[in-house]
């Protein structure tokens, strides 16, 4: 999901405006309380200061970089905006948004952000409905500015900034924000939770894994967790599209669509456009192969070998598995396959292109001609793997003091495959099968593609399931999906028209229609073990 997209799509209609701050307070202590939200300017921090703290109507605009169209403030709010230097080398931006004193719930949310970071606007989607429900947020910039999400120049012989983006940001960001909230609230912080999803959802499997303490609960959305396997697997794919004859039209892309819905879409009793598990559809792309004559109807040698490259996953030199493939159902459906997998300038091409060049080869003219997958991979792995992979299913000191973990990720994710979560998760139930049994649940989302949007229904509430959790309710075994008219706009708490619903199930259960009621409505579907 890329910045520019969410400016092109929602920035039209909302008119930039700065609120300026005139007065410049003393520095206050760490202990000191605020009299008000602007006494918490050039407050100072652990690793840092405030720059400045800015009254915030509803309504108001939050302009998040200088120069473009901001969105509306979800509820009146205190913006904390402080600079954070933990080291030498590191400069992270961090914004702390405080709902007034009379409406907070007690509560923090910590926003990831996504892609190569860059800037407030990816965590501030989160933030925005955060506070919208009484929650203090918080989010970073990973420790850089730049043009958008996909550019990794800032990495170039940075390792400061790359650990910054690994682990360290949002670790001091949830430092921060305790400060701050204990200087403007009377109350204690009952509880801090954070959610993230692509590389917030590794973000947020980061500090899951190495910072255990900062927050309560966590919630990771379709994690880019084995950052080294998925760059060098994204690298893979877009050595494929660029072969002679290798990349995929728009025209074959619905060719695939059309085949493997029509082998799998009742699998799973109904007819609606959406394969629910994929796993149970066995869809092999040869047989769309061209029989002599033409091939505008079917598809070349060279593309059924990239289609099988995509459903099957990366292999190394010697066969061996390496990094999940996609699932069917969705390929020529807006913002999956031709927005991630195919074309010149497909995001695989981009993150791709940009890890090797500034992560891990320190060479701003190095190609994707020159990739190897064994190699190269062998290389990140040891480079950067430290401080960008957060694989690890250790999570025992997390579990001890009662975290909770929700993992969510849409079937049709087309960047991020997500067989890779459904590993995850069985391997942090093989690790530790008690305390996953109690602390960790996974939510797939059948029709979703990269953390929202897609044919399915896709808008749902993480974190008021996570939060009943945490506070001594039940785990959660279902949430309940919506389909929008318009799901981005949903997403970030603008208006837009709800369709129909589908309840998301607990791994491994998926929802069965009863065989009576709507299609369209969750109340006809129960959570069922798959193939019951
Ligand atoms: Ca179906």
């Keep these: ?22 007065t410049a307070p003393p520095r206050a202590s760490l202990t000191q309380k605020a009299a008000n939200c602007e006494a918490l300017t050039d407050f100072a921090l652990k690793d840092g200061k405030v720059d400045a703290a800015t009254s915030l109507e509803g309504g108001a605009t939050v302009n998040l970089e200088a120069g473009k169209p901001g969105l509306p403030a979800p509820a009146a709010f205190c913006r904390v905006q402080a600079t954070l230097s933990p080291t030498p080398g590191s400069s992270i931006k961090v914004e702390v948004w405080l709902p007034d004193r009379s409406g907070w719930n007690g509560k923090l949310l910590g926003a990831g952000n996504g892609g190569f970071g860059a800037n407030m606007l990816l965590p501030s989607l989160l933030m925005r409905g955060a506070v919208k429900k009484g929650y203090a947020a918080v989010g970073t910039d990973m420790g850089h500015v730049s043009e958008s999400d996909v550019d990794a120049s800032w990495a170039l012989n940075a ?27 009377d109350g204690p912080l009952a509880a801090s939770y954070f959610h993230g999803c692509s590389d917030g959802g590794r973000q947020a499997l ?6 255990p303490n900062d927050y309560d609960a966590i919630i990771a959305g379709a994690p880019a967790m084995a950052w080294t396997r998925m760059g060098s697997a994204f690298a893979n794919n877009a050595v494929a599209t660029s072969k002679p004859g290798g990349d995929l039209s728009m025209a074959k892309l619905k060719l695939l669509q059309t085949a493997s819905l029509g082998q799998c ?38 593309e059924v070998a990239t289609a099988k490259l995509f459903y099957e996953g990366t292999k190394t030199g010697d066969g061996k598995s390496f990094y999940p493939g996609f699932a069917p159902g969705a390929e020529a459906e807006a913002g999956t396959w031709s ?3 195919t074309g010149k300038s497909s995001q695989h091409v981009k ?7 500034y992560f891990v080869h320190a060479n701003p003219e190095w190609q994707l001609a020159d990739f190897n997958l064994d190699r190269d991979y062998a290389l990140a792995k040891t480079r950067v793997g430290g401080d960008l992979d957060a694989e690890g299913t250790d999570l025992r000191a997390f579990y001890r003091r009662g975290g909770k973990l929700i993992l969510y990720h849409g079937w049709n994710d087309a960047g991020i495959p997500a067989q890779n979560t459904v590993y995850y998760y069985e391997r942090l139930v093989a690790a530790n099968p008690r305390a996953a049994a109690s602390s960790v649940r996974l939510f797939m989302v059948p029709g979703m593609s990269h953390c929202l949007a897609g044919p399915g229904p896709n808008n749902f509430d993480p974190l008021t399931a996570l939060d ?12 309940i999906a919506t389909k929008y008219d318009n799901d981005l706009f949903a997403y970030i708490g603008l208006p837009a028209k709800a369709g129909r619903t589908r309840p998301l199930c607990a791994f491994p259960k998926v929802a069965k229609w009863d065989g009576k009621g709507s299609t369209d409505a969750a109340a006809s579907f129960v959570c069922e073990a798959p193939g019951q």
């Design 468 to 479: 009943g959790w945490r506070q001594g309710g039940p785990a959660p075994d279902r949430m």
């Design 1 to 22: 999901m890329r910045a520019a997209t969410f400016l092109l799509l929602v920035g039209g209609s909302f008119l930039a405006a700065c609120t300026a701050n005139d």
């Design 206 to 211: 980061m500090l899951a894994q190495r910072f």
């Design 265 to 302: 879409d009742a699998l799973d009793g109904v007819k609606d456009g959406v394969i629910d598990d994929p796993r149970t559809c066995r869809f092999d792309p040869a047989k769309l192969a061209c029989k002599g004559g033409g091939s505008a109807d079917c598809l070349t040698p060279q």
């Design 339 to 341: 927005q991630w997998l």
């Design 351 to 357: 993150f791709g292109t940009a890890f090797f060049r």
């Design 159 to 185: 390792p400061e900034k790359i650990r910054d983006y690994g682990w360290r940001a949002n670790h001091v960001g949830a430092e921060a924000a305790k400060q701050v909230i204990a200087a403007y609230y």
